[in-house]
């Protein structure tokens, strides 16, 4: 019967390694299909030799597990935040972007002004042209047009970074959500000795989700669960039921954060300065102060163009209530918050291109201000200049009249809240003004693409990096694959030949 014994024990023993082989079919299989994910770690069928008093007994089947180099893994993630980051900056921004437009091609700010200043030269010859003041009165309807517009993108901007947020949240704690799901299968598989590699995989695309939101970080817990961290240290919720609010909200030139724009909330407290990395911090930084910037020097721009015009005698801006709003109170801003979203050239000059020749309102002269002036009247000079002079050497100049320069342009303390400036000093004239405010905004943005293009590379490297050190390699599980066939067919090979010798034994013992 030793015999039998024998045959029993290689039938054990090759059925346990076709077990094994089976087992581990089914990791390699997952691993190849998973090769191009991004972050998954490459799994490991474990095994362990079983013997029988020094005798070998076959194979047993052990926990699957998943190699992950951590530290590697850490930095990839701090660098999805920044690439994701940049990427919500260079799109929410496009669109203002295209408004700016280029200098020198016709549609910008500096463009524009230039158009309404030559056209305030060509009259200076033929004053009394109709169709030449009408033609100022056109190029300055273009211009306030053109800052209309631009203004008008940037609200659109503000709003698409505040909805953004808002779906970007309930992104966050579906990942946050299925993240402290898998926690718990992770914490109770472990406690039981059960493989939790396909969990902890999960886990770690789920991480590559909320690190692209948040730039966060997983530290991981003695009992195999991980907290969720912002880089300002604020541990995300992940138990059931908790979760981040905020809520919708319209975007206008004066909304603020904290004021009229609805906060991030967590349990009861507002956390939304803590959140700074990833799309979402993006998104508030956008919201909060790129384009309430953005804003502010246009708003000044545009107040300081309609304010040195009217203080030659000619209201050519003004704003819906046919006045030029000014502040006399802080903020520097707060009498005309959002005027580049309003300013109009003046109804009374549509109605009457004259005034563009002749003026709209005397100047009583001061120490700091304009000379004294008054309106050609109806019966006065066909070819009365003096507005029209006044206008090219002093409201397009950097002197209010001669020896005395323009009140400087507010760069600081900007914005409804007062808190925002502008990266670049006070520029003397308008022309300046213009041409100042669409560099620093397009160098701002240029500049985030830069940034995209060096930050996408180091994504990149550490993507390699991981996947070099804990990824799947093709190479390495087709050889596996070829041994896994070889180890299959001998063990096919011992329970055929099990198989015939157990049927010769019967036979012979039949007729025994």
């Keep these: 019967m030793s015999g039998v014994g024998g045959l029993e024990t290689s039938l054990v023993i090759a059925n346990s390694g076709i077990d094994n082989i089976a087992a581990n079919f089914a990791v390699m299989s997952q691993n190849v299909a998973n090769a191009g994910t991004t972050g998954y770690a490459a799994e490991t069928q474990n095994q362990q030799s079983l013997t029988s008093g020094g005798v070998g007994m076959g194979v047993a089947n052990g926990a699957v597990t998943v190699y992950v180099n951590q530290q590697l893994q850490a930095n990839i993630w701090t660098q999805n935040g920044d690439v994701s980051a940049l990427q919500e900056t260079q799109t929410v921004l496009q669109p203002v972007n295209s408004a700016l437009g280029t200098p020198g091609q016709g549609g910008n700010l500096s463009s524009l002004l230039g158009n309404l200043q030559n056209a305030f030269s060509t009259l200076l010859g033929t004053p009394d042209s109709a169709t030449l003041q009408q033609s100022v009165v056109s190029d ?5 047009s053109g800052i209309n517009a631009l203004s008008n993108a940037y609200t659109s901007a503000g709003q698409t970074a505040q909805n953004n947020i808002v779906a970007s949240v309930g992104q966050l704690n579906t990942s946050l959500t299925q993240i402290g799901t898998l926690n718990t299968e992770i914490v109770s598989g472990l406690a039981q000795g059960h493989s939790v590699a396909d969990l902890q995989n999960q886990r770690n695309a789920a991480m590559q989700t909320v690190s692209q939101l948040v730039g966060a970080q997983a530290i991981p817990q003695a009992n195999g669960s991980i907290l969720v961290a912002t880089k300002n240290g604020l541990v995300l919720p992940t138990g059931p039921g908790a979760a981040l609010t905020t809520s919708n909200a319209t975007i206008e030139p004066g909304s603020t954060y904290p004021g009229t724009i609805p906060g991030i909330m967590m349990g009861g407290v507002d956390v ?11 998104d508030i930084q956008l919201r909060d102060t790129t384009i309430p910037t ?25 704003n819906g209530s046919g006045t030029v709003p000014t502040s006399t109170a802080a903020p520097v801003q707060s009498g005309y918050i959002g005027f580049a979203a309003q300013i109009q050239v003046n109804p009374a000059v549509v109605a009457n291109p004259s005034l563009v020749t002749n003026g709209t309102n005397p100047i009583t002269p001061t120490a700091t201000g304009a000379s004294a002036f008054t309106p050609n009247p109806a019966t006065g000079p066909s070819g009365f200049t003096t507005l029209i002079s006044r206008v090219l050497n002093y409201t397009f100049g950097a002197e209010v009249r001669s020896g005395v320069a323009q009140q400087p342009s507010n760069v600081t303390a900007l914005g409804a809240s007062g808190i925002l400036s502008a990266p670049f000093s006070a520029p003397a004239t308008i022309t300046d003004f213009a041409a100042t405010l669409i560099s620093a905004q397009s160098s701002d943005i240029a500049t985030t693409s830069t940034n995209l293009t060096d930050a996408q590379a180091m994504q990149s490297s550490l993507q390699s990096s991981f996947k070099s050190a804990s990824g799947v390699n093709i190479d390495t599980e087709m050889a596996n694959m070829v041994q896994l066939q070889n180890a299959y067919e001998a063990n096919a090979r011992i329970m055929a030949t099990v198989q015939s010798m157990w049927s010769t034994l019967n036979s012979d013992l039949m007729y025994a």
């Excluded at 300055?140 to 306030?144: C, L, N, R």
């Excluded at 300065?273 to 911090?281: C, K």
């Design 294 to 318: 953005y804003q502010a020097e246009l708003d000044e721009f545009a107040q300081n163009t309609a304010s040195r015009f009217q203080a030659q005698g000619l209201t050519l801006f003004t």
């Design 272 to 282: 939304t300065n803590q959140i700074t990395s990833g799309s979402i911090g993006a």
């Design 140 to 144: 300055a309807q273009s211009f306030a």
